[in-house]
């Protein structure tokens, strides 16, 4: 069984940065597909960005955000830079095992408690 851990949420002001951390355990991460989803207060859970042999990012966090992965620790990271109110929510990671992490919710098959990130404006 996989497990994810998140980590490095917090309060930033906007225009802030903050990097969190995903720590997995119990599967063979380097051919998985890493992804990082988010949800505010009251929306529906929405992709972020995703690392598989290639990244891919919302249009909403492109050139802003960057994912990246260290297989030798088992984890992804997700950079945030010039953060604003709209990045308020908690943000969860999300491993696809068959490695193709693609945008959707249903493909990805383990999931991260989630950890908050509050931009105060």
């Known amino acids: 069984q996989v497990q994810l851990v998140e980590s490095g949420g917090g309060l930033v002001q906007a225009g802030g940065s903050l990097t969190l951390s995903c720590a997995a355990s119990g599967g063979t991460f380097s051919t998985y597909a890493m992804g990082w989803f988010r949800q505010a207060p009251g929306k529906e859970r929405e992709f972020a960005a995703g690392?598989?042999?290639?990244?891919n990012y919302a249009d909403s966090v492109k050139g802003r955000f960057t994912i990246s992965r260290d297989n030798a620790k088992n984890t992804v990271y997700l950079q945030m830079n010039s953060l604003n109110a709209e990045d308020t929510a908690v943000y969860y990671c999300?491993?696809?095992?068959?490695?193709?992490?693609?945008?959707?919710?249903?493909?990805?098959?383990?999931w991260g408690q989630g950890t908050q990130v509050t931009v105060s404006s």
């Open positions: 999300a491993a696809d095992p068959r490695g193709v992490g693609s945008r959707h919710i249903r493909s990805y098959d383990y």
């Open positions: 690392i598989s042999w290639r990244t």
